[in-house]
């Protein structure tokens, strides 16, 4: 079954209730990070939700990468704020944080799924290794615990458990991805930021990559940032999307409306474009 197939035929992510109560997870507020006119982002402002799945498409170059970097802390913006509010119900802006304390919040309330796998994997670390080390990082030192949740998260992303002591590096890209989500889940962040998880799969690991990540987004309750050129893959994760084009954002809602009945031509464009291909 292909990305698209999978797309149509599935039911529609459930969309998070919203208490009035409840503050939104990020407030991010006149983000701009410019390289040279018209290259990364550009006034950028939006709320994320506790458990709402928001997808950012877009054509290469339009600003959809160097805007997730800046969200999850890894590049400072030229101006805006980007506020996050912990569990307890503090709220911080996240660039008056300091560098160590971004660095722990993506260790343990935040997670990071890049489109090259081993950018975020250890290579000559073991697969459990690798998970492992995300659970030492919050302060786990149980080894007997640690392999037993190894074992549990393998298991949950489809890779055999006779394989926690192999090398990434032998790995196929589709499992290779897989490992990379275990070892950024088994914290149980509450938010993850992904760039374009499916990019490089075939087809038809890409639709099985797909239905793990959904399951386990509607399961866990989380809340992502999901960077995609696909429109197919964003109509099957995302509750709510942002197009942006040369560094702006030029329309936003929910899905199904963005995508149904787009309003700006580019959109249009791009719509229009999967359809004929």
């Known amino acids: 079954m292909s990305v698209t197939e999978l797309s149509r035929n599935s039911a529609i992510m459930p969309t998070p209730t919203l208490n009035p109560t409840v503050q939104p997870l990020l407030d991010v507020s006149g983000i701009t990070k410019l390289y040279q006119p018209g290259k990364g982002c550009q006034d950028i402002s939006f709320d994320l939700w506790p458990g ?4 950012i498409v877009g054509e290469s170059g339009s600003g959809k990468s160097t805007l997730l970097r800046v969200l999850s802390g890894r590049e400072a913006p030229d101006s805006g704020s980007v506020n996050y509010q912990f569990e307890n119900g503090s ?4 660039y008056d944080l300091s560098e ?3 660095r722990r919040l993506l260790r343990t309330d935040w997670g990071v799924v890049h489109q090259h796998p081993m950018d975020g994997l250890r290579p000559r670390v073991s697969a459990g290794g690798n998970i492992g080390e995300r659970l030492m990082a919050v ?3 149980h080894y007997g615990d640690i392999r037993n949740q190894a074992l549990d998260w393998l298991s949950q992303v489809e890779i055999p458990t006779d394989r926690i002591d192999d090398m990434p590096i032998t790995f196929s890209g589709g499992m290779q991805q897989r490992l990379q989500i275990a070892r950024n889940l088994v ?3 509450r938010l993850i930021f992904m760039d374009e998880p499916t990019g490089g799969l075939d087809v038809s690991v890409q639709a099985r990559l797909l239905d793990l990540i959904r399951n386990l987004v509607t399961d866990l309750g989380l ?4 960077v995609t050129h696909d429109l197919a893959v964003a109509r099957l994760l995302a509750h709510r999307l942002v197009v942006m084009k040369e560094s702006r954002i030029v329309e936003s809602g929910l899905t199904d409306q963005v995508l149904d009945d787009p309003q ?8 229009s474009s999967v359809l004929q291909g």
């Open 187 to 189: 914290t149980h962040p």
């Open 100 to 102: 160590s304390d971004r």
């Open 139 to 141: 302060g786990n030192r």
């Open 91 to 94: 709220q911080a802006s996240l």
């Open 52 to 55: 709402e799945v928001l997808g």
């Open 264 to 271: 700006h031509p580019y959109t249009q464009l791009l719509v």
């Open 223 to 226: 809340s992502v940032v999901i």
